[in-house]
Structures are given as structure tokens and as C-alpha cells.
């Protein structure tokens, strides 16, 4: 049987899931599909630390880098936030365990169960750390970008990883730092989960 390269791979796979007719990773019926480290071609993760699930926090924080719109220049956006954490910081793997694009798909990186690295001592061990891929002090992440971390957070619940009454917080709730960005900050303070 004839395989397709990695790039066709991921655009098939891109254009099932915005039809809805994309499968989900198995662990995941209930939920939109997340493109996999694998689809990304990820490092290797070197991370041993688990989370104790369900999660009660969610950290929302931006990259602070350029911003994203198709499925290529995600899967490269992805690549260089990982590559920074590991070569430059020194990290077991990318610090978010999701980022989101503003293609409107959902990028694992350290997943639901591992210890993430966005946003201190104190919050990395009970939150699930989610960053969306730009900076958003001056502008909005698209809706579709704010539709995919809606979806998320509800995927968290639906599947045991986060508590039914889990709590959003800005990065800028839990350190010292600029984070998600104004526009973003402002958007999630909405969010009905949202507490400062």
C-alpha cells in the first residue's frame, strides 16, 4: 500500500477533522482531535512528571511570538516554541500542554497527563497550561482559535482531566509577566470558568 508524505499526511488529516469526519485519538471519542506530537513531528519528550487528574486550574498565556493561520505554519510555529524550550531552557519537552492555533486546531504538547512547565512551582504541579501561538497585547486571537480552546477545556472535563469546576486563570493571574496578552486577558475574563 502507498504511503503519503509527512506534509500530505497532515493536510489529509487537517481537511478531515474541519469536515468532522477526522477520527480522534482513541482516548479522546468525545472530543475534537488534537494533532498528536507525532503529526508534528515533535522531539522527543524526556518528561516524567505526572499530573494528579483531574486538574483543578487551567493557565491561559500566549507565546509572545508570531501567530499562525494554516496548518503549516503551525506545525512549524509548534516545532520552534518546542525547539526554544529544549535547546535554550534547557526543558524535558515544550512547557504548554496544548497550544492552539489560530488555524482553529489544537496542538498537543505535553498532554493531559504530564507536569507542564508554563507558569511556576506553585501552578505547574495543579494546571493544565494551554497557550495560544502569538501575542496578543494589540489584537484578538480569531474566533476559531477561542472556538478550539473552548472545545478544549470542555474535551478536559468530558474525559476526567480537568474537575467539573475547574478554574481559568490569565498568566498574568499566577506571575509576574504580560501574558496572554491584553486583548486575550480580556476575552478569557469572560470565560464563565474565568477567576482572578
Given at each position: 500500500?502507498?504511503?503519503?508524505?509527512?506534509?500530505?499526511?497532515?493536510?489529509?488529516?487537517?481537511?478531515?477533522?474541519?469536515?468532522g469526519l477526522g477520527a480522534a485519538q482513541e482516548d479522546l471519542t468525545s472530543c475534537d482531535p488534537i494533532v498528536p506530537q507525532r503529526e508534528w513531528r515533535a522531539l522527543a519528550s524526556t518528561c516524567e512528571?505526572?499530573?494528579?487528574?483531574?486538574?483543578?486550574?487551567?493557565?491561559v498565556s500566549h507565546t509572545a511570538g508570531s501567530p499562525c493561520d494554516t496548518p503549516a505554519?503551525?506545525?512549524?510555529?509548534?516545532?520552534?516554541?518546542?525547539?526554544?524550550?529544549?535547546w535554550n531552557l534547557g526543558w524535558c519537552d515544550v512547557g504548554y500542554n496544548f497550544l492552539i492555533g489560530e488555524d482553529r486546531l489544537v496542538y498537543e504538547g505535553r498532554g493531559w497527563n504530564t507536569h507542564?512547565?508554563?507558569?511556576?512551582?506553585?501552578w505547574n504541579p495543579i494546571s493544565i497550561g494551554i497557550s495560544f501561538m502569538g501575542n496578543y497585547m494589540e489584537r484578538a486571537p480569531p474566533q476559531r482559535a477561542l472556538r478550539a480552546a473552548q472545545s478544549l477545556l470542555a474535551c478536559g472535563v468530558a474525559r476526567g482531566a480537568l474537575s467539573?469546576?475547574?478554574e481559568v486563570k490569565g498568566h498574568r493571574d499566577v506571575q509576574q509577566t504580560l501574558s496572554p496578552g491584553d486583548q486575550?486577558?480580556?476575552i478569557i475574563q469572560t470565560w464563565p470558568h474565568y477567576r482572578d
Open positions: 500500500m502507498p504511503t503519503m508524505s509527512r506534509p500530505c499526511a497532515l493536510l489529509a488529516w487537517t481537511l478531515l477533522t474541519l469536515l512528571r505526572r499530573l494528579n487528574l483531574p486538574a483543578r486550574y487551567v493557565v505554519t503551525c506545525l512549524k510555529q509548534v516545532q520552534n516554541v518546542q525547539s526554544y524550550h529544549v507542564g512547565a508554563h507558569s511556576g512551582p506553585t467539573r469546576d475547574y486575550l486577558y480580556r
